[in-house]
């Protein structure tokens, strides 16, 4: 259970110190330096647990291996342009949308107990990583900069 909860961690560290320690820096920016740690995380792990993610895809799907370092690619990108303001809105969009999509290789992981991130606990896991992902998704989607200007300074 250590993945999720270093995950949830880095992701709100940043805005926590910041709230803490009484920063002037703004909320969202804490926030979104969180989810870029988070991504760098997740995503460097594409290239260091490599042959167990291909164990979380199923055999039918083509190109297993190349599709594990391309979604780690595609989280370390997401983690440089959700941190830079000028292109949060749409990194985060785009990380939404990954983590809807990467919810079914979840489910199916642990069904097969695959031997990665506590999936090989099988569907017992996704009681911890299922609300993992909807915590995290919720981050994003609360921070996501909107059209209009929020100060969401005054939340916290």
């Not at 110190?17 to 760098?40: E, K, Y």
């Not at 190109?63 to 594990?68: N, S, T």
């Not at 303001?85 to 097969?112: E, G, I, K, Q």
Request: charged share 10%; hydrophobic share 55%.
């Amino acid at each position: 259970m250590l993945g999720p909860t270093l995950m949830l961690v880095l992701l709100v560290a940043p805005y926590l110190c910041s709230r803490v320690f009484r920063s002037h820096t703004n909320p969202q920016d804490s926030a979104a330096l969180g989810v870029g740690m988070m991504l760098i995380l997740t995503g460097s792990s594409h290239f260091f647990r490599t042959a167990e993610m291909v164990q979380m895809l199923p055999d039918f799907l083509p190109l297993r291996y190349l599709g594990v370092i391309l979604t780690g690619v595609l989280e370390l990108l997401l983690a440089a342009l959700v941190v830079r303001r000028t292109t949060r809105r749409t990194a985060a969009v785009l990380t939404l949308l990954m983590l809807l999509m990467f919810l079914p290789v979840n489910l199916y992981a642990a069904w097969v107990k695959a031997p990665v991130g506590g999936h090989q606990w099988g569907v017992s896991y996704l009681f911890v990583r299922i609300p993992a992902q909807f915590i995290i998704a919720g981050w994003i989607w609360f921070w996501l900069p909107s059209r209009r200007s929020v100060n969401r300074n005054r939340l916290c």
